[in-house]
């Protein structure tokens, strides 16, 4: 069994014991063994400051997941993009292959924090974490991501919309389980997207971020889309998809397509106020502002794409 490496500091006496297991066994044992008591912690940037100001007196022991050995690993697999939920911000922008296949999520991952904040932080935190918001969170919405969660019973593959249960709310037990990785597919002709609406200097989320997908029937721009995937956040309590606009993509081409699909969007997704943010009005006004941006570019990337290589070597 790891042996905790150092106590607690004074300024954070909420905890007694940190490990750092070089397992997914040796972590879910350790979690196990605290019964409740113990919290997975990545790049900190979220838990240690919840920590602090005292959201969780009940915690006694972290474990530190940044150790553990393909955890932190980009790698293809057969058709998949894969993404280990302890991959920092940093090491997915600086992924040739997510440049190229998931635009989007490097977008999302690069406007998060500053880089101090981008070096630690991971995306298995940001959505861990459970936030609407979250940046990271929304591409891989759009990229229609699933995640690996390890548990005592198994390792489980589950879309990426069932993990969240509502505000700050993982639906999966974040004391005896852990995100390990992330994979998606890339279709041929697609293209992804992200842009958002951030005070200058605010609070350390998004007044409304967008993430899209669209996938073409041939690789030119005005072909039509066969396939569209659009996540807005936050509009919910959890991350959700923006069906209805989506549909009114699907068979059409663009620009003509595109203000039935803001008018659709304007119709289903009804953000709310946030006193530190924005208001709801504003934040309604902004999702076509977003679309608008975003959704030419990701067809203009999906006209572009470059067939994505099937095999099993891993990528960073
Ligand atoms: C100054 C600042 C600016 C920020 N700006 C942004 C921003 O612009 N956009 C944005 O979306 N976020 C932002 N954040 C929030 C935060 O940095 C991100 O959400 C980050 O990705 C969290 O990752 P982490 O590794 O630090 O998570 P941690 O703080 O280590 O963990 C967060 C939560 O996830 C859980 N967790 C972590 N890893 C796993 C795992 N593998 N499996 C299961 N549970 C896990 C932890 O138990 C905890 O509950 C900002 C934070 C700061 C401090």
Redesign the pocket.
Known sequence: MNKPIYPSSPAFSAWQAYYQPETVAEALRLLAAHDGAA????????????IQRGRHPEIQALVD??GIAG?TNIARRDHYLEVG??A??TQIVRSAWLQQHAACLVE??G????PQ?RN????????????P?????TALVALAAEAEIAAAAGMTWQPILHLFAGPGQ?A?D?TR????RFRFTVAPHSGTAFSRI?RPQGV???ILACAVWVQLSQPDPRSPITAARICLGPVAPTPQRAAQAEAALVGRRLPDALEDCLAAAHSELHPRPSKHRATAPYRQEMIAVLLRHTLPLAVHRAAAAEPFPISHSPIH
């Open positions: 919290r997975v912690v990545a790049g900190g940037t979220d838990l240690l400051l919840e997941v940044t955890m939920a302890a920092t911000h999302s991952c406007v998060i924090g500053g904040v630690v932080a991971t995306l298995g935190g940001n959505v861990a974490h459970a936030l918001a979250a940046d990271g969170t993982p999966f974040p389980s852990l995100l390990t951030m350390a989320l998004p």
